[in-house]
């Protein structure tokens, strides 16, 4: 059984495929995750956090995202704060994980939970920084998710994977046309492990994280 935890199209190759919608999105029958990318924040946002705040209590929305800081963005960086601010919020409200896009932004990311109490998950997607990153951010709890990164034995993701707790992680494929079944090849290989294992140990981290149930 495959999992993947956050894609921006349904590829149906996989038992859940989280699929990261904005707000104004038509609804989906399936699992999916909805929120304002840090690239996407118009000059509309009120509006868009106002539809967020109705549209995310549907029963497949089951996480809050893609949503975070990105100081690649063009969008204004303190403007990108207080839109994932109200993303913390409302997922903390509504009691769903948060998905978090994370670029240079590691140390106002744990700031900025820190200040908005932050209580749900939080999953900091397409994760490919090294090793102190993260340390730091699996010491606060945070989870990561690994994609195509780890398709590259000389990348980050692989040695951050190798690094991470078997209940920390999830894997992904983002916006990249690789198969999810490949990622989960790859990372049972660099983790020295049966893919059996590695797909039991992520339908349980899913099930703990989400609290839902899949068979
Ligand atoms: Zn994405």
């Not at 921006?8 to 038509?26: M, N, R, T, Y």
């Not at 029958?29 to 909805?34: A, D, E, G, K, V």
């Not at 497949?60 to 207080?82: A, P």
């Not at 993701?157 to 991470?164: K, M, P, Y």
Request: overall charge neutral; hydrophobic content about 40%; aromatic content about 8%.
């Amino acid at each position: 059984m495959f999992i993947n935890i956050h894609t921006h199209s349904e590829i149906f190759d996989a038992k859940v495929e989280i699929v990261s919608l904005s707000p104004g999105d038509p609804l989906k029958p399936n699992f999916h995750s909805r929120g304002i990318h840090p690239w996407k924040i118009s000059k509309d946002y009120k509006k868009e956090l106002e539809q967020l705040k109705v549209i995310a209590n549907e029963r497949r929305c089951i996480g809050i995202g893609e949503c975070g800081l990105d100081k690649y963005s063009d969008v204004d960086y303190e403007l990108q704060k207080t839109v994932f601010e109200e993303h913390i919020k409302l997922a903390n409200e509504l009691n769903k994980p948060l998905i978090v896009h994370c670029v240079k932004s590691h140390t106002e990311l744990l700031a900025i939970l820190k200040k908005m109490e932050n209580k749900v998950p939080v999953i900091v997607h397409g994760f490919n920084n090294n090793l102190a990153i993260a340390t730091t951010l699996l010491k606060a709890g945070i989870i990561l998710s690994f994609g195509k990164a780890l398709l590259n034995y000389e990348s980050n993701a692989v040695e951050s994977l190798r690094n991470s707790g078997r209940d920390k992680f999830f894997l992904e494929t983002d916006d990249s046309d690789v198969s999810i079944k490949y990622i989960y090849k790859k990372a049972a290989e660099i983790l020295f492990i049966d893919e059996e294992i590695l797909q039991e140990q992520l339908k349980n981290n899913f099930r703990k994280i989400f609290k839902e149930e899949i068979l």
